[in-house]
């Protein structure tokens, strides 16, 4: 799990860094439509898809979250310890593409579902645990679902995809399935 401890801790910047990037970009998505700033999102979904998809172990992504989510949550923001949780939740819903397949399938499909899956557990806690009820109109409501499904997608699948296959290349996961698989092809 060096890997997955790996992916975690870079992510964990990235995370801290994310929310910079949604500060300035956030309130005018959420000025043109509530809910638009979901597209955004996908700049928190993507440690477990990507540390499944590199190591292929079940429990990678919720271990790779976790210790994202533990790290992003001590450098100090705005969500606390509810970090932990959002991190569990996303790094849940990320193996549930790669469990449907048996931990057997490792494609761009089930790396983008599994990216996309992320994205519905984050969308799901934050419209479950902010009150929101059944306001499909609000904040967390059906714009921002579309949009975090469309970016959990984008950037915790697809782009995910393409960084470990470019990773795969330089040699640097040659001691993985993963890597190896990358010069097969």
């Not at 638009?36 to 979250?65: C, D, H, T």
């Not at 960084?163 to 290349?169: N, P, T, Y």
């Amino acid at each position: 799990m060096a890997v997955a401890s790996v992916v975690g801790v870079v992510s964990a910047f990235i995370f801290w860094a994310a929310v910079f990037v949604y500060d300035f970009l956030g309130g005018p998505l959420e000025g043109a439509l509530p809910g638009l700033s979901g597209l955004l999102n996908g700049l928190w979904l993507f440690a477990g898809p990507l540390a499944l998809i590199i190591v292929r172990k079940p429990g990678a992504a919720i271990y790779a979250e976790i210790v994202a989510s533990v790290l992003e949550a001590l450098m100090g923001n705005q969500w606390g310890i509810e970090t932990l949780y959002i991190g569990f939740i996303q790094g849940l819903f990320a193996e549930l593409a790669f469990l449907f397949f048996a931990y057997k399938v490792w494609n761009l499909a089930v790396t983008t579902l599994s990216g996309t899956l992320a994205g519905l557990g984050c969308w799901g806690y934050s419209f479950f645990t902010h009150l929101q009820a059944i306001n499909w109109n609000g904040s967390y409501g059906l714009a921002n679902l579309v949009t975090t499904l469309i970016s959990g997608a984008l950037l915790s699948g697809i782009a995910m995809w393409y960084l470990a296959r470019g990773l795969g290349r330089t040699g640097a996961l040659d001691q993985f399935a993963s890597g190896r698989e990358v010069h097969k092809a």
